[in-house]
């Protein structure tokens, strides 16, 4: 068995009466983007919060490697409209360092002309992207997104799923995804976990999606997506049409 | 109208200045926390601090230090209180421990209270220990304000996340409140009881409109706050108003002049 940077063995989780969690046995190795998908209500979140050691799980356990650095894009941030908070003070909540630093980091994800931005008044996929930078300024080892594409179109959701793929090629971390679609994290995801309380099924995506469990929970849902499908595999210009060599197809 | 060349007035200055520089950037953070009901329900408490003081005949501004702190441990923890959200539960608290508090002190025959000037404060009556203790306590709060200002900022736009990236969230709570009952007990003096929130809530949300960082909104609250108190004491002077009130009226006039003036930001 290699080293594991997080493990959680047999982890139950209950709040008041409800069971959230049931059994749960997962760890995510060093490099891998581990998805994890499970419909509304499924215990994602909670199943995130005591890898990262914000919940204590009344049964079972969770062992993190020494010195573990983690960054976390949680899933939904705020900033009261009181507080005046520019994107490059935001950044430096997590850590201290320079403005090129920051600058930097916003570069990575693309975002490098918010960095004097007041983070009031930035779109909610541009404040995820920076809260990613955020995390990216940590050089962390494992990467944790809580369904990062929230409130984000479809292409702009396969964006990010891109780049955030790039970013562990490019920095070698682990990453977990939170999802509830695993259509648009297929193809950046060398792992899958389906849960539902408990797991439903793991394994290589492919896999996943032709799993019997996986059909049941998405199956409905997942053949009328289907019809909706819209396969891009060609680039639009400024313009909306398609410039030579944008489609491979032709 | 008194002269300036009377020291209670200039001893009055200085208390009101040294409370109001302190509670300003300290109030930026009960606002950014939504905590403005907390803060009422730790002043409230005071009151009963305050007879308690009176009963163990030491200072009331310990009882109060005391009554505050209590109040702001035990609340800290509390999200809710059975079937009951935590805003009544506050509610229920602010006010029971303040007519306790009432109905405590009625009971001390043998020593005169002031009640009016619990409530509303007396600030031309501080003496030079009182001067004392409030440069000290404010001393501790701007010094403590200080080390505690990145990790309570994280702590304030995501708790979450502050604790991922290793901050005791815990302990920079629990300070914070320890640093709001530091400075119910030193503010009472001034303001009295009932409006000590307002020196925690309207610097600040004056500030807000005129800054562009966090620390720049603390330093414009603490600035509005001084020429609030200045303002506040000279009115009392020239129409022989209560000091305290004064200034808190003073300092909502500020603040309707900056929403005026000023045009909103993000």
């Known amino acids: 068995m290699t080293e594991a940077l997080v493990r959680a063995e047999g982890v139950s989780v209950r709040l008041g009466e409800r069971l959230i969690l049931e059994n749960i046995d997962c760890a995510v190795e060093a490099g891998e983007i581990l998805t994890l998908i499970g419909p509304n209500g499924a215990g994602k979140t909670t199943l995130v919060r005591v890898l990262l050691g914000l919940l204590r799980p009344q049964q079972g356990r969770v062992v993190r490697s020494r010195a573990l650095r983690v960054g976390y894009v949680p899933q939904r941030l705020h900033v009261e409209p009181t507080l005046p908070l520019t994107v490059q003070g935001f950044l430096a909540l997590g850590t201290r360092t320079g403005r090129e630093a920051y600058r930097a980091a916003l570069a990575e994800v693309g975002m490098s002309h918010l960095v004097d931005a007041p983070v009031q008044r930035i779109s909610g996929g541009e404040f995820q992207r920076v809260v990613l930078a955020r995390a990216l300024l940590r050089r962390p080892a494992l990467l944790v997104l809580d369904e990062p594409a929230q409130g984000v179109d479809v292409g702009g959701q396969r964006e990010l799923y891109r780049l955030i793929a790039r970013l562990r090629d490019q920095r070698g971390c682990a990453v977990v995804i939170v999802s509830h679609d695993l259509h648009l994290v297929m193809a950046a995801t060398d792992r899958v976990l389906c849960i539902n309380r408990h797991v439903c099924c793991r394994g290589e995506p492919e896999a996943v999606s032709a799993h019997p469990e996986y059909r049941r929970l998405f199956g409905p849902f997942d053949r009328e997506f289907a019809v909706y499908a819209h396969e891009h595999d060609h680039r639009h210009g400024a313009d909306g049409g398609v410039p030579a060599g944008g489609d491979p197809g032709r | 109208m008194i002269g300036l060349d009377e020291p209670f007035v200039w001893r009055a200055l200085a ?22 009901y907390f803060g009422d329900t730790l002043s409230h408490a005071a009151l009963l601090g305050v007879a308690l003081g009176v009963l163990l005949d030491v200072r009331p501004m310990l009882g109060v230090l005391l009554a505050a702190l209590v109040t702001g441990v035990v609340l800290v923890g509390l999200q809710r209180f059975g079937e009951f959200a935590i805003d009544t539960v506050l509610g229920i608290l602010a006010h029971a421990t303040l007519a306790l508090g009432v109905v405590v002190l009625s009971f001390v025959e043998s020593v005169r209270v002031d009640l009016f000037a619990y409530l509303f404060g007396d600030v031309l009556a501080v003496t030079g220990a009182d001067l004392l203790w409030i440069g000290l306590g404010g001393a501790v709060v701007l010094a403590a304000l200080t080390a505690i200002w990145r990790p309570l900022l ?16 815990t302990a920079v709570r629990l300070a914070f409140v320890l640093l709001l009952a530091i400075v119910v007990a030193v503010a009472m003096r001034i303001v009295g009881i009932l409006l000590i929130t307002s020196l925690l809530v309207i610097p600040p949300a004056t500030a807000r409109r005129l800054a562009r960082t966090p620390l720049q909104m603390a330093v414009l609250a603490a600035g509005l706050a001084a020429v609030a108190v200045m303002g506040g004491l000279l009115a009392s002077l020239a129409w022989d108003t209560p000091a305290g009130p004064s200034m808190v009226v003073a300092a909502a006039a500020l603040f309707a002049l900056v929403l005026a003036v000023a045009p909103a930001r993000a």
Do not use: I, K, Q, Y
Request: hydrophobic share 60%; proline share 5%.
């Open chain 2, 15 to 36: 208390a009101g200045l040294g409370v109001a520089v302190v509670a300003a950037p300290l109030g930026c953070f009960v606002v950014w926390r939504r905590m403005a």
């Open chain 2, 154 to 169: 994280a702590v304030t736009v995501h708790t979450d996340l502050a604790r991922v990236e290793g901050v005791p969230v």
